[in-house]
């Protein structure tokens, strides 16, 4: 690891939250830091709801280029932005922000774009999968949002499948209104929900299968997802936004009837990418290192 040193010329960037403790952005960020030997910082900033638009201004007039924002903050993120990014804007969130020298604060949302970059560098040809049938989409919370957004810009049919129903239709609908306003030559709605106690019908010719839902997180409740899966095509790719634990309940059901699996992590880690090489200037990698890096930490 090169030398790290934080001087006066450092170039700075946080991530803000209300609460930011449990947050891993400043360990992922500081490590690539460290490892690319750039004198830059990176912090959590814990900021209140009604204090948000007063640190965005404060950060800004201070020289940071930058920052990560977090619950309760993304859509007031959302509307304090100048400019927001096509995706970011259809998914209505954005979670990076980055202050541009003309005084110009652009916003973007990179959960979605973390998600498909950790299914291909797991070796999954998304454009490939897109092709051969939909994806179905357990949760409609702001995660099912931004994955949903990506997926749908890199060519698949989206499902939703959500406990409160009405959660799950909503979203389809906005979504697909939102998707028009930009795209207005689409074809037929690629937006649907079907019932909670009704997806795994579906497996069959879904292609991909993502829990955007808290269930089995840390140890917590999680149905039992053998029998659930029973009826998936053997070509279907679980993936699972949780990570942690990295092996879930579902991802480890999926992977004992030999599905391919994606884990949670990585989504993490990829989402974080953009901003570090808009504000510190470099691209980074997440390789084995950084995994093992993080991992330790979780
Ligand atoms: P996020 O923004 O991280 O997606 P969220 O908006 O709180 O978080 O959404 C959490 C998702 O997990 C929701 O889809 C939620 O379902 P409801 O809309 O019915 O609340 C889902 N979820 C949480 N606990 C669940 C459980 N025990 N069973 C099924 N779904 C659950």
């Keep these: 690891m090169s030398e790290f040193r934080i001087t006066g010329r450092a170039k700075l960037a946080g991530v803000i939250g209300h609460p930011v403790t449990h947050s891993l952005s400043p360990v992922l960020h500081n490590y690539w830091l460290a490892r690319h030997g750039i004198d830059g910082a990176y912090v959590p900033l814990s900021v209140a ?9 404060g950060l800004q007039v201070s020289g940071f280029r930058g920052a990560n924002v977090t619950i309760p903050h993304k859509e007031a993120a959302f509307a304090i932005a100048d ?63 931004s994955i949903a957004t990506s997926l749908l810009e890199k060519g698949f049919q989206v499902v939703f499948s959500n406990r409160t129903a009405g959660r799950a239709e909503r979203l389809a609908m906005e979504l697909d209104a939102a998707w028009r306003r930009y795209f207005p030559k689409g074809d037929a709605p690629r937006l649907s929900a079907i019932a909670w106690d009704m997806w ?12 955007t839902t808290s ?37 480890k059901a999926a992977g004992e009837q030999g599905l391919t699996t994606s884990g949670g992590l990585g989504m993490l880690l990829h989402q974080a990418r953009p901003g570090f090489r808009a504000w510190f200037g470099a691209e980074t990698e997440v390789d084995e290192a950084t995994v093992a890096y993080i991992s330790a930490v979780l």
């Design 215 to 251: 269930l089995g997180m840390q140890g917590g409740p999680a149905p039992d997802w053998t029998p659930k899966l029973g009826t998936a095509s053997s070509h279907l790719v679980v993936s699972d936004i949780v990570y942690v634990p990295q092996e879930t309940p579902f991802l």
């Design 49 to 57: 709801p009604d204090a948000f638009v007063t640190a965005v201004k």
């Design 200 to 211: 795994e019908e579906r497996l069959g010719d879904v292609a991909l299968l993502v829990n």
């Design 83 to 145: 400019e927001v990014d096509p995706m970011a804007r259809i998914a209505g969130s954005v979670n990076t922000l980055v202050f541009r020298e003309d005084g110009v604060i652009h916003g973007s949302s990179t959960d979605g774009f973390g998600y498909v970059a950790n299914l291909e560098s797991d070796g999954i040809d998304v454009a490939a999968l897109a092709s051969r049938g939909p994806a179905l989409l357990l949760g409609a919370g702001g995660a099912a949002r």
